[in-house]
């Protein structure tokens, strides 16, 4: 039990987290919705927090050549601080509003 808990600190045996968009193609005004979805892993753990950042891809120019860099534009908690027991199926569905800057 013990050697579980540590193995699921690392990733190993962890719960598995995945972000699903109604709609990946949004526009400044309009809202984004999805769900986060988690699969409980081998042991019951505590999560300290879930956030799902909205990025952008600026372009960044430097001397003669330009580079683009992902920029956080935003960011919502999805849920608090919660306990996922072990194997347990959660679905945490989530809506902002995207800004218009």
Avoid: C
Wanted: proline letters at 6%.
């Amino acid at each position: 039990m013990v050697f579980d808990r540590l193995l699921a600190s690392v990733g190993i045996g962890g719960t598995k987290v995945d972000t699903k968009l109604s709609n990946p193609s949004v526009i400044p005004g309009g809202f984004i919705r999805g769900t986060v979805n988690l699969q409980g892993g081998t042991v019951d753990q505590t999560i300290e927090r879930i956030d799902v950042a909205l990025e952008a891809i600026a372009k960044h120019e430097v001397g003669d050549g330009v580079s683009h860099l992902p920029v956080v534009i935003w960011t919502e908690i999805v849920a608090p601080r919660m306990e996922i027991k072990a194997g347990k199926l959660m679905e945490l569905p989530f809506q902002f509003l995207v800004p218009m800057d």
